[in-house]
Each structure stands twice: as structure tokens, then as C-alpha cells.
């Protein structure tokens, strides 16, 4: 993904792990240059991504801080490179925002250029202000509803981006059934996990790497437990109602898992290190939750961009994801569905006293066996080339105790997982 203005933003999300990265370009933080990724670093970077591969498509995602501060033209400039270098391919382009500067006209762009907007809200009036205030201290939820008007207005493809916290973390169905009265058909809930050093390191960063010593689990961060109730609360009603209608990403992913495929998300992939990060002038590091000095892979207008991706320290650092597992994690019977979860993550001990365990193991175990009977059934349907979305009615006979298949206690579960029924369902 791209910043194209780095760290900058209009904002002051008191979550926000990357605003201090400010603090590892000090020159511009002290007012000597402005942060937007100069004409020579854009149009490198857009003709290197065109020129390598022979995929047929070219995803671009454009994130920050907050990249409509860049103002529209600066867009105008990036889909004319994209046309001068795409030589046949097609360009998709996919854009974070707050949402708070979106107007008319950069509707009217964003539509006509087909961009896939990521909105960030929180969930509604109460939720969303508790962190997500400008820099005045001032909340932005009303900015927000106004942006999402504009999108509406002009028919611009959107979906919801919600940072799950210790706050709207106990509000589940509240978030989940106010993203959808807000027009969201695609939610993704990303859960806030960061660790506080008790000092400064020496680049000035707070919010530290799990191997950091002296560090804390800061307050706003989900608690595991919490995460994993917050995901059962909304699945147990997205199951039963809305499966083909509205799309979780989460879910989705776990069906992946379920089916045998391989996750479209790489926090549960086995391995990492596609997902790498571009800096506004040109430095590439190694992951969006890694931009540290000891995590830059180099910078695009002296290294090539193929060769950082392909070389041996970032195939390392996607390895070590499966490498570093512990044995807790690798004999885990929800192992297929999670992988441990991102690496920035591992910062606790197993029970048996190895380091590496995920902070969120806990909420994951909780939500990973609460969705198998689910899953079970969903890709048992998927194999048989009928619609997932059968599962709501399957639901519905579950919780009635499957009266019309009059199924014995000894009976094969009709979820298909291979228990008996009463060691299963029948629970």
C-alpha cells in the first residue's frame, strides 16, 4: 500500500498507530519540506508496479494519514500515469479515507474512475467520538455522515473499515446494525492492539515491536475475550439474517479456511510479507505494522521495487510468521483458520512458557469454535455448488433442534462435522 503523504492527517485518532511515524522523517516534521510524494517517487513507483508481472489487473491502494489532503488533482495525476505505463492492464485503485473532505467533486472523480473507497467509522454518534476526534479535541462523526452523503450521491462503491477498542468492543450489534443502516454492504473490523515502551526508543516511536522489552498493552487496545465476543455477537445475527446480503470480511475469511483455501487476508496466512508499505519519498518497508527504521527495505529511485519484494531479508521476514510459531500454536486445532494472526501481535508466553503467543489468542479460539458447526455446513455447500446462504435456514433449524430431520442423538450431526449430534448440535 501507498502513502502518499505519509503520516500526515486531518485528524487526531488517539488510537492511531501510525501518526508518530511523523517522528522518522524530522526534517519535514519540523516544517523544512511538505510530506506529498514528490511527481519523480509517484510516477517511478506506478511504472515499476505496472511493469512487473503478468497479472492482467494492477491493484493500487492508496492510504495514509489521510490521502484526500492531497487534493483531487494530485489524483487526476496518478490515473494519467496509470494509463501512461498500464501497457493493456487493467487498473483498480482502492482509497482510505476519514471521509471528512469528501465532496462533490471528489465524488464525481472518485465515481468516474471507479476508486473503491475504505471509509473509516467506528460505529455510531457515541462509539465513533470516543477516539476519532480532530485535532481540536472535536468530534467528527457528523464530518463523517456528510462524507458518506457524497458517496451515495454520486454512486461511489464504498465499504466500511472499523478499528474494534476497548470502548465500542462491548457494542457489537450496535456497530454491526448501524454500518448497515448506513448503506455498508462490506464491513471490515480490524481489532487495535498496541504496546506502549515506558520510554521513547531512540527514533522518538512509543508504539513498539513485540520483542520490545518494558513495554505495555495500551488502554484503548481490544481486550482477546472482548474481540472474540464482539465478532460471536455479530455473526450469531449476520448467520441468521444477512449471509449473500452483507459481506464481513472476517467471515469470509474463516470460509476460506473452512473450504481449504488459502486466506485472501494475510493476517491468517501461513506465511507473510506481501503486504509491504511505501513511504511518501519512496522508502519500502517490509509490512504497514513495521515501519521502523530496522524494517526499511530500501527506496524505489535507488533499489527496484521487484528486487526488495523478492529479496532475502523481506522472504525472510514473511517466513519467520510460520517459523516463530510456538508449539502451542503450531498443535492448535484452530491452527488452519489463524496461523497465529499478524506478528505484530506476538508479544505474550504460552502456558508452557514459550514466547510468542498472540494477545488476541484467546478471542480467536473463542470465535474460531463458535463458528465451526457454521462453517462446516456453509462449505459443505460451497463443495456442492449450492449457496452458502443456505445456512440461515440451517440456522434456524439448529436452534429449533433440527425438527424436521428428525435426527437422532447418536445420528451423524447435521452439520456435517462428524461427531455424534449430541456431542455436537445437540450442546
Known amino acids: 500500500m501507498a502513502k502518499p503523504i505519509g503520516p500526515i492527517c486531518n485528524i ?4 492511531c498507530f501510525y501518526l508518530e511515524k511523523e517522528k522518522l522523517y524530522p526534517e519535514k516534521a519540523a516544517g523544512k519540506a511538505n510530506w506529498a510524494m514528490p511527481d519523480e517517487v509517484l510516477e517511478s513507483y506506478i511504472r515499476q508496479k505496472c511493469e512487473v508481472g503478468d497479472a492482467p489487473a494492477e491493484n493500487f491502494a492508496w492510504q495514509g494519514g489521510e490521502p484526500t489532503l492531497l487534493g483531487v488533482d494530485y489524483f487526476r495525476n496518478v490515473v494519467r500515469l496509470q494509463q501512461k505505463y498500464a501497457n493493456g492492464k487493467k487498473i483498480e485503485n482502492a482509497f482510505q479515507t476519514n471521509g471528512i473532505l469528501l465532496d462533490d467533486e471528489w465524488c464525481e472523480f472518485l465515481a468516474a474512475n471507479d476508486f473503491l473507497v475504505g471509509l473509516s467509522i467506528d ?3 457515541a462509539l465513533h467520538d470516543k ?4 485535532k481540536g479535541g472535536q468530534p467528527t462523526f457528523d464530518k ?3 462524507g458518506i452523503g457524497y458517496l451515495k450521491k454520486h454512486g461511489v462503491d464504498f465499504n466500511t473499515l472499523t478499528v474494534v477498542q476497548d470502548h465500542n468492543g462491548d457494542y457489537p450489534l450496535d456497530v454491526y446494525r448501524f454500518l448497515k443502516e448506513a448503506g455498508s454492504g462490506f464491513l471490515q473490523f480490524i481489532p487495535i492492539v498496541e504496546r506502549l515502551a515506558d520510554s521513547v526508543n531512540r527514533d522518538g516511536l512509543s508504539l513498539v515491536l513485540p520483542d520490545h522489552a518494558d513495554a505495555r498493552v495500551s488502554d484503548w487496545s481490544v481486550k482477546p475475550e ?18 449473500g446480503q452483507t459481506y464481513v470480511q472476517m467471515f469470509d475469511v474463516a470460509l476460506e479456511a473452512w473450504a481449504g483455501l488459502t486466506a485472501s487476508l494475510c493476517l491468517f496466512n501461513e506465511t507473510c510479507g506481501r503486504a509491504l508499505a511505501l513511504e511518501h ?6 509490512c504497514d505494522h513495521y515501519v521502523y527504521p530496522a524494517n526499511r527495505l530500501g527506496n524505489i529511485m535507488q533499489n527496484p521495487i521487484s528486487a526488495m519484494v523478492e529479496s532475502g531479508r523481506q522472504m525472510q ?3 519467520d510468521k510460520r517459523d516463530t510459531l510456538p508449539r502451542f500454536c503450531r498443535e492448535c486445532d484452530v491452527r488452519f483458520a489463524c496461523n497465529g494472526e499478524c506478528p505484530k501481535n506476538r508479544f505474550l508466553s504460552t502456558p508452557d512458557g514459550e514466547f510468542g503467543l498472540n494477545y ?4 480467536y479460539k473463542m470465535f474460531f469454535n463458535h463458528i465451526d458447526r457454521y462453517m462446516h455446513f456453509m462449505a459443505g455447500e460451497l463443495r456442492a455448488q449450492r449457496p452458502p446462504a443456505n445456512v440461515m435456514a440451517w440456522a434456524r433449524q439448529k436452534d429449533q433442534g433440527f425438527p424436521s430431520l428428525r435426527t437422532g442423538r447418536n445420528d451423524k450431526c447435521p452439520c456435517g462435522s462428524g461427531k455424534k449430534y449430541k456431542q455436537c448440535c445437540a450442546v
Open 360 to 363: 488476541l489468542c484467546a478471542g
Open 144 to 146: 463523517v455522515m456528510v
Open 123 to 125: 460505529g455510531p454518534r
Open 131 to 134: 477516539y476519532r476526534v480532530d
Open 281 to 286: 519519498n519512496g522508502d519500502l518497508y517490509s
Open 317 to 319: 521476514f514473511g517466513v
Open 12 to 15: 487526531d485518532c488517539h488510537y
Open 226 to 243: 472482548q474481540f472474540g465476543r464482539f465478532l460471536i455477537g455479530i455473526f450469531d445475527e449476520w448467520v441468521r439474517n444477512d449471509v
